[in-house]
């Protein structure tokens, strides 16, 4: 992936938007002969410039060590990506990542995961309960805490999400 502040206006990349969020834009594009996915971070208005620019530089090494770290792991998380090539779910947003061991943090993870899954898949319930159950599989015993604690933070959810049983083993 390729972190881009301000998309030079001089120099444009051929494009294509993919989605926009509130931290910024997405683009699949051609850079230096790559396919590539391109972020543009938004500057935050209400911010002082010179706080803005501090914010988004470190939220973009954030994104860089969780990518290195991720990485390392075995986890691929390519720097640069042509999502026309590979039918693999890679994951490639880490642009609010840390580096925490807190089951609380990660029951967050996953009910933000649950979330996105669930807003953009509907009907994908039991899929969502057998990734829960595969996480609580291969993890260890802090892998029921972070589920138990999973449970805790649906319950402080806006929105309350229907638990279908997960109907296959992983």
Same mark, same amino acid.
């Given at each position: 992936m390729v972190a881009v502040p301000n998309l030079n206006k001089k120099r444009r990349m051929d494009r294509q938007l993919v989605t926009?969020? @509130?931290?910024g834009r997405v683009y699949v594009g051609d850079w230096l002969n790559h396919s590539v996915i391109i972020k543009q971070r938004f500057s935050k208005k209400y911010?002082?410039?010179?706080?803005?620019?501090?914010?988004?530089?470190?939220?973009i090494k954030a994104e860089a060590r969780a990518l290195t770290r991720c990485r390392s792991l075995g986890?691929?998380?390519p720097a640069v990506y042509d999502p026309y090539e590979s039918s693999e779910v890679i994951l490639i947003d880490f642009g609010l990542s840390s580096v925490e061991e807190? #089951?609380?943090?990660?029951?967050?993870d996953l009910?933000?995961?649950e979330r996105a899954v669930l807003s953009t898949h509907p009907n994908t319930e039991a899929f969502v /309960? *057998? *990734?829960? /159950?595969?996480?609580?599989? @291969?993890? /260890?015993? #802090? @892998?029921?805490?972070?589920?138990?604690?999973?449970?805790?933070?649906?319950?402080?959810?806006?929105?309350k999400i229907p638990q279908k049983p997960c109907t296959s083993t992983p």
């Amino acid at each position: 992936m390729v972190a881009v502040p301000n998309l030079n206006k001089k120099r444009r990349m051929d494009r294509q938007l993919v989605t926009q969020g @509130a931290e910024g834009r997405v683009y699949v594009g051609d850079w230096l002969n790559h396919s590539v996915i391109i972020k543009q971070r938004f500057s935050k208005k209400y911010r002082h410039v010179d706080l803005d620019t501090h914010i988004t530089q470190e939220r973009i090494k954030a994104e860089a060590r969780a990518l290195t770290r991720c990485r390392s792991l075995g986890i691929r998380t390519p720097a640069v990506y042509d999502p026309y090539e590979s039918s693999e779910v890679i994951l490639i947003d880490f642009g609010l990542s840390s580096v925490e061991e807190r #089951a609380e943090d990660k029951a967050v993870d996953l009910y933000v995961l649950e979330r996105a899954v669930l807003s953009t898949h509907p009907n994908t319930e039991a899929f969502v /309960s *057998c *990734c829960i /159950s595969a996480y609580k599989k @291969a993890g /260890s015993n #802090a @892998a029921e805490d972070v589920v138990k604690r999973l449970d805790e933070v649906r319950t402080r959810g806006r929105k309350k999400i229907p638990q279908k049983p997960c109907t296959s083993t992983p």
